[in-house]
């Protein structure tokens, strides 16, 4: 990955040593958030998931923060814990990579004090097999791989409702539904819950599994090419945004991050980087 010389992507669960950090980003504490040094530049601390989060991130840092006064330290996360926890420790001053109902549920699970801006792309969730070309050739007892994360976990079960692969109880659905919802199952599938992170490499193990998009992409699987089954892009609720602490939504340098990741030129980035749709800009600019 080419990184650009002002960015700095480090592995989100090394151990950081924070000094100095109330006039130059990841504020914490009861600081009014990041500050602009004596040149005028403020330095923030995000953290992102790698892939699209990241890369989106290192486009803003290397074509559009300079002007706007900002410099960008991207740290790179693997999993969906560490960026909501050190962000509410003050070690990040913004995370990229949650969409609102993994949001909602963290925030009423765990206590945080956050805040998000709006939707800045989309990644849509598919059902990928190494043995079946499509879902009716799924045979009885076949196992499907599906993320243990509560709130992803009923919208890859509400994929396969519209499919009607399964069927769903009363009141179910992408928000609230979970394996035990599962209403009808002709087909008697075997789910199997596993970490999001594992399912790409449970695949040969698995007669399908439904994928996050995060990951689908770093195993280089697109939902138009490699999918059988892609979730639908129009209406998706689930658009992933920039999270800080609740005391800094205000902050000039945090909503300066926010609007230029709303810019033309990062939905014009996406739309060039993933031409495929496996990546969708979430806004209209």
Not at 151 to 174: F, W
């Amino acid at each position: 990955m080419n990184t650009p010389a002002r960015s700095r992507l480090v592995a989100g669960l090394a151990l950081v040593a924070v000094t100095g950090l109330s006039a130059c980003g990841a504020g914490g504490g009861d600081s009014s958030g990041p500050e602009a040094d004596d040149k005028g530049v403020t330095k923030l601390v995000v953290g992102a998931s790698p892939t699209p989060h990241a890369k989106i991130l290192e486009f803003v840092d290397a074509n559009l923060a300079a002007k706007a006064g900002l410099d960008l330290e991207i740290k790179s996360f693997d999993d969906y814990v560490q960026p909501n926890v050190q962000l509410a420790e003050g070690t990040l001053d913004a995370n990229y990579f949650q969409h609102l109902p993994y949001y909602e549920a963290q925030v009423k699970d765990r206590g945080y004090d956050f805040a998000h801006y709006e939707g800045v792309h989309i990644e849509p969730f598919a059902l990928y097999s190494k043995k079946v070309k499509d879902v009716s050739e799924l045979a009885t007892g076949a196992q499907v791989g599906i993320n243990n994360d509560p709130s992803n976990q009923g919208r890859a079960l509400e994929l396969l409702a519209k499919a009607k692969v399964i069927t769903l109880k009363a009141g179910k659905d992408a928000t609230n539904a979970t394996v035990y919802d599962i209403d009808q199952n002709p087909k008697k599938l075997q789910f199997k819950e596993t970490d999001p992170a594992q399912l790409v490499r449970s695949l040969d193990d698995l007669d399908v599994a439904v994928i996050n998009g995060n990951y689908a992409l770093e195993a280089k699987l697109s939902p138009t090419k490699d999918a059988i089954l892609v979730e639908e892009a129009e209406g998706n609720p689930y658009a992933n945004f920039l999270t800080v602490q609740k005391k800094d939504e205000d902050n000039p340098a945090l909503k300066k991050l926010d609007e230029l990741l709303h810019s033309p030129e990062v939905k014009a980035y996406i739309e060039k980087t993933w031409p495929d749709g496996s990546v969708l800009p979430g806004f209209v600019a």
